[in-house]
């Protein structure tokens, strides 16, 4: 309906063109922090004992995937972004660590891998999956990726927090362009119960000026629907996709994001595909 919300693959292609051009709305040195990402991690899932094989299905820019293979995890990384993967790629590069990237679209990954891997990792992205039998889908298919006895990180925004607080209009910062100024606003469109948009607007100062004489602003909206998708949600999705036991770790505050680990089984009955 609104033409600002679009598909995943091309709000994170036009996302990383403003962070590339402009550095709004997201730093790359806070991407970067790879240390305080690997002792996080490593406080969820232990330490990478040399050769564990891991995935991070949802790579983004490498936050995670990067942080692992620091630490000594072998990784795969993958992401429905391709935009996305090229700056983890070139991030890799210079930490001079060796990451398998793949694109896939996390629905698809029990059709890619079968028990090859340890531990999993999905930070902030479960809920870019439109509906809970997507997200069902995609967590199955994480299961079957894993080898038996394997483990799941997820990490995300506490969507319960979330929509207590419906919070607006927050100031990402204000950068100089040649013909003037961009500002970027983040906010939330609470659609529903069950569903919100994130939005970014990037306003520029042009320099056309109206019959006034003022300068004009153009304004580029961007948006990503997201899933509400709140703890008791989770939990019930990652026990249909066959996950136990399922643990969320202590939130040390409610807007810190929640944190989950869920164990594909030693053993299965028979049939067991969580789908
Ligand atoms: C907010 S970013 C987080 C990236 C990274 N995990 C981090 O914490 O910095 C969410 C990522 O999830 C990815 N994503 C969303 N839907 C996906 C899907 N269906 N399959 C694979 N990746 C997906 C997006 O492309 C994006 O790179």
Request: net charge negative; proline share 5%; aromatic share 10%.
């Amino acid at each position: 309906m609104y033409p600002w919300i679009l598909p995943v693959p091309e709000y994170y292609a036009r996302m990383n063109t403003y962070i590339l051009q402009v550095g709004l709305p997201y730093s790359l040195d806070h991407i970067k922090d790879w240390d305080e990402e690997g002792r996080t991690l490593c406080a969820a899932m232990g330490n990478a004992n040399g050769q564990r094989l891991a995935l991070d299905c949802s790579c983004g820019w490498g936050k995670q995937a990067i942080a692992m293979a620091r630490l000594g995890w072998t990784v795969t990384a993958t992401d429905v972004s391709a935009s996305s993967m090229d700056f983890a790629r070139q991030f890799a590069a210079e930490e001079q660590v060796d990451i398998h990237f793949q694109e896939c679209d996390m629905r698809d990954l029990g059709s890619q891998f079968h028990a090859a891997f340890d531990c999993a990792v999905s930070c902030f992205a479960l809920y870019e999956l439109p509906t809970d039998a997507a997200i069902q889908q995609a967590l199955a298919g994480i299961r079957a990726a894993l080898k038996p006895g394997g483990q799941l990180y997820i990490r995300m925004r506490d969507m319960d927090f979330l929509m207590e607080e419906m919070p607006r209009h927050s100031f990402c910062g204000e950068r100089r362009v040649p013909n003037g100024r961009i500002l970027c606003i983040e906010d939330w469109d609470f659609e529903s119960e069950t569903h919100v948009v994130a939005m970014n607007a990037f306003m520029r100062e042009d320099e056309t000026r109206d019959v006034d004489d003022h300068l004009r602003w153009t304004t580029d909206t961007i948006g990503v629907r997201k899933r509400v998708l709140r703890k008791d949600v989770l939990k019930r999705l990652l026990q249909a996709a066959g996950f136990d036991p399922i643990v969320f770790l202590p939130q040390s505050a409610p807007w810190m994001p929640v944190e989950v680990v869920a164990h594909r089984p030693t053993t299965e009955s028979p049939g067991t595909n969580g789908q």
